[in-house]
């Protein structure tokens, strides 16, 4: 049962990805019912091959309305923490002075899901001014090796905090 749930609900996310993409050429109540089966058809093909990597516990994680929630309170917080990087590494790329220390740290994180520790490292990578290199598991414990534009710490606790910053909080409610 668990594996037609898991189906059903990959079926739904791509359905809805489907319609997405639809409605930038076409008026969806002008879709033709064939239009719609065939696509409800390949969703349910493509749903079956790939929902193992997509669902890895439960089919519904996403409609639990506190995670629902918790995603879009942090798409502004992201979006600020982008704009604070983007002024910085603006400031420092049109400065006469090249104000960088490069190098790459180990930062641990407390994120331990799958597709938690792959948000939050996509996070940073598309903040500018760090990379994710690598996401290791040492101990029990997740690390990520992040390359800085300028280190400013190279303790894992203190770098840790200032690359994660308000990233890892939202993640792990998110992804919990």
Known sequence: MKKLYSILTTAL???L????????????LKLDSQEVITGII???????????SFI??????????????SLIAFIPIYAYELYKAN?????????PKLNINPGIVKIETEVESEYGLAMLANCITLTPGTITMDIVEEEGKNYMYIHWI???????????NT????F?????RIFK
């Open 56 to 69: 890895k516990e439960d089919p519904f994680w996403m409609l639990n309305f506190k995670r629902l929630g």
């Open 17 to 28: 990805f489907w319609i997405i993409f639809v409605l930038q050429d076409i008026n969806l």
């Open 42 to 52: 390949v969703s349910l093909i493509v749903a079956y091959f790939t929902h193992r």
């Open 13 to 15: 996310f791509c359905m």
């Open 87 to 95: 002024w910085d590494v603006a400031k420092r790329a049109l400065s």
């Open 163 to 166: 690359i994660k910053g308000a």
């Open 150 to 160: 300028d280190v400013a710490a190279t303790e894992i606790k203190e770098a840790s």
């Open 168 to 172: 890892e909080p939202w993640v792990r």
